[in-house]
């Protein structure tokens, strides 16, 4: 897993990546090939997959036109969507993060340059607002390898419905009012709009508590629990003094579910994240209680007894 500072559980299919077509008005029914979705934008849809085999034939429909900022292949941006897999003549909800009260039911961060080809093209250029249908053959899914873990076989067709809400620049950064580069003791960060924070940690001992340090603080709402949030940030090991992980390395924000249940994140995230307003730059120095704890991360090289070193631009707190 690339997000290896911060996640700690990811939905299942929150591992596609996602990144034109006709329209109609919203709230009617579209239909994709031989796929067709109605409901309004934000519901979660409703979807009818007729009981034979499907065409073969790539489908990508505009079901709800949007009027927002349109999604470009470097953007990342907060969605819904719901997954099912065609099999024969039969078909199968997947998952769905339009079913709320469940621990998938809510928006997720997806990226629009990664990911499935036929998704990339039915998501590229699409306005945010827009609902959008995509009926992936093989080809343009999973290949001739399927995907066990999810359960698709290598002849299964894939449908996805999805609603763009937000979208997001891989290079979007904290929008404050500076206030702090930290030092006196903790870690000096510098750094220019648009661009990853640069960190020098000094070579005192790190403090044994969870510090939390503003250094732009932001205008916008304070997040709060069950928030999807969506950051760009910098991990360090405060022992190496060396990044172990960067959204800013992958142009791609990070997003996550604020105080979830199970967690999505280190507690320290959890902790720190809380109650800061959107559009800051927040130094959280996380002990090892609050971080991975005894067990460590050998594959971030995190030892058990190692503080951590998160400078996190809070981008935006989009409620469920």
Not at 43 to 62: D, E, F, Y
Not at 63 to 82: H, K, M, R
Not at 136 to 161: C, E, M
Not at 202 to 230: E, F, N
Request: net charge positive.
């Amino acid at each position: 897993m690339r997000r290896i500072a911060a996640a700690l559980a990811v939905p299942l299919l929150a591992v596609l990546a996602l990144a034109g077509c006709s329209s109609s008005p919203s709230g009617t029914t579209s239909q994709g090939g031989t796929v067709k979705v109605s409901g309004a934008f934000g519901a979660a849809p409703t979807v009818t997959i007729p009981a034979a085999k499907a065409s073969g034939k790539l489908a990508i429909k505009t079901v709800i036109q949007g009027n927002g900022p349109v999604l470009t292949s470097s953007d990342s941006f907060v969605g819904n969507y719901a997954v099912y897999i065609w099999s024969g003549s039969t078909h199968k909800l997947a998952l769905s993060t339009f079913a709320r009260g469940s621990t998938q039911g809510t928006p997720q961060v997806l990226a629009a340059n990664v990911g499935l080809t036929g998704l990339k093209e039915a998501l590229t250029g699409k306005r945010m607002g827009s609902r959008v249908l995509a009926v992936l053959p093989p080809k343009y899914a999973y290949g001739s390898k399927g995907n066990s873990q999810i359960g698709v076989k290598p002849t299964d067709t894939i449908v996805f419905v999805v609603d763009l809400i937000k979208d997001y620049s891989g290079t979007a950064s904290a929008s404050g009012k500076h206030v702090s580069n930290g030092g006196g003791g903790l870690p000096t960060v510098t750094a220019s709009p648009g661009t990853a924070p640069q960190v020098k940690i000094p070579s005192t001992r790190p403090p044994r508590k969870l510090i939390v340090k503003t250094l732009i603080r932001g205008s916008g709402p304070v997040t709060a629990k069950g928030q999807t949030v969506v950051t760009q940030y910098v991990g360090l090991n405060w022992r190496t003094g060396k990044v172990f992980d960067s959204s800013w390395q992958r142009h791609e924000p990070f997003g996550f579910t604020l105080d979830a249940t199970p967690a999505q994140i280190i507690p320290g995230w959890d902790k720190g994240l809380l109650g800061v307003p959107v559009g800051s730059r927040v130094m959280l120095i996380i002990p090892p209680a609050d971080g991975y704890g005894k067990a460590g991360n050998t594959e971030a090289g995190i030892k058990p007894t190692d503080t951590l070193v998160f400078v996190i631009d809070v981008l935006g707190a989009v409620s469920n």
